[in-house]
């Protein structure tokens, strides 16, 4: 069957699954990772955010082959840009590659778990939560005062629970968050996804505002 046909029976299951009461676009929230004592510094001169791996996620998007990879590259940069850009609100913000990290400051980094397109078709010809999209992400959080490779801060965006939304963890640094240089930003990129990189951009800074 076409890559194409299997996306439109899965986002028709997808939206069988919404509807009984699985949240998706609409519902952006947090949740912790494990639990830990150590705690992120305060008022940082600097947060710089890495680009978020997107290798380990389950896509669901119209698109295969070079389409496929050039999206997820797109998708990445134009998150990164997004999260950049309101975590300017906590304090000054760059792009920053690990290969290529400061003594200080706060590093934003994480990797993709759900990335669906949803389906604008079920979205306008059926509504009550069909055909959303989705986005999730597991986000760590590095005091570079402490430790360019041990995160201190870890949560999960995207999750249904609104009573569950903050979380401090610590741990080794996943092995998927990138190295390397920035890609250009491309066109192709649907309006659901982008409106769901704004609130879990938005949802991030305001887990770290609570850090400031």
Same mark, same amino acid.
């Given at each position: 069957m076409p890559r194409f046909l299997l996306l =439109? /029976? #899965?986002?028709? #299951?997808? /939206?069988?699954? &919404?509807a009984l009461g %699985?949240?998706?676009?609409?519902? %952006?929230?947090?949740?912790?990772?494990?639990?830990s004592s150590v705690r992120l510094s305060p008022n940082p001169p +600097? %947060?710089?955010? /890495?680009p978020f791996d997107t290798e380990k996620a389950k896509w669901l998007v119209d698109r295969e082959g070079v389409d496929f990879v050039d999206f997820k590259k797109n998708f990445q940069t134009y998150f990164q840009q997004k999260l950049i850009r309101h975590l300017t609100r906590i304090a000054p913000? +760059?792009?920053?590659?690990?290969? *290529?990290?400061? *003594?200080?400051?706060?590093l934003v980094g994480g990797e993709? !778990?759900?990335?669906? @397109?949803? #389906?604008?078709?079920?979205?306008s010809a059926i509504g009550l939560g =069909?055909? +959303? &999209?989705?986005? @999730? /992400? $597991?986000?760590?959080?590095?005091d570079l005062d402490v430790s360019k490779t041990q995160y201190v801060l870890a949560f999960r &965006?995207?999750?249904?629970?609104? $009573? $569950? *939304?903050?979380g401090a963890g610590s741990?080794?640094?996943?092995?998927?968050?990138?190295?390397?240089?920035?890609? !250009?930003?491309g066109f192709g990129i649907g309006s659901g996804l982008k409106e769901d990189s704004d609130r879990t951009a938005v949802e991030i800074a305001r887990v770290l505002s609570q850090y400031e």
């Open positions: =439109m /029976a #899965s986002l028709a #299951s997808l /939206a069988v699954a &919404t %699985i949240t998706g676009c609409s519902a %952006i929230h947090s949740a912790p990772l494990p639990s +600097e %947060i710089y955010v /890495a913000t +760059e792009p920053r590659w690990l290969d *290529d990290l400061p *003594d200080h400051g706060w993709f !778990t759900t990335v669906y @397109q949803g #389906s604008r078709f079920l979205r =069909m055909g +959303e &999209t989705t986005l @999730q /992400a $597991n986000v760590y959080v590095y &965006t995207g999750v249904p629970d609104r $009573n $569950n *939304d903050t741990g080794s640094m996943p092995s998927g968050l990138t190295t390397g240089e920035p890609v !250009t930003t």
